[in-house]
């Protein structure tokens, strides 16, 4: 297997985007899945693809994908939740490696 390195934004929905060619892959939840003992910021994901745009050939076959290796994330503490500070939402910078499947050639 070789491994192929880019950067990608994850955000709601959730959706992945590509920062080389803004190609998105849509997708719903399937898993969270909790990959290290220290509970708060190193939440593993899997999720299954439900549509792509863009010309990346890697999600147009793309069934699944997983987030594993997360680091940071940690979203803020709840006394630093106050109405001086009220926010629509928090973001919380995290970095983490993404694995893309697709099916067994038959």
């Not at 192929?4 to 969270?32: M, Q, W, Y």
């Not at 999600?59 to 500070?85: D, H, L, M």
Request: net charge positive; proline share 10%; hydrophobic share 35%.
């Amino acid at each position: 297997m070789t491994a192929r390195r880019g950067i990608v934004h994850h955000f709601a929905g959730p959706t992945l985007e590509s920062n080389k060619d803004a190609a998105r892959l849509t997708a719903k939840a399937s898993a969270p899945c909790l990959i290290s003992p220290d509970p708060a910021p190193s939440r593993g994901l899997l999720v299954a693809a439900t549509g792509h745009t863009g010309k990346r050939v890697v999600w147009r076959k793309c069934r699944a994908s997983q987030r594993i290796n997360t680091q940071g994330g940690t979203p803020p503490a709840v006394a630093e939740c106050t109405a001086a500070n009220n926010a629509p939402e928090s973001r919380a910078p995290y970095s983490a490696d993404y694995y893309f499947y697709k099916p067994q050639p038959r």
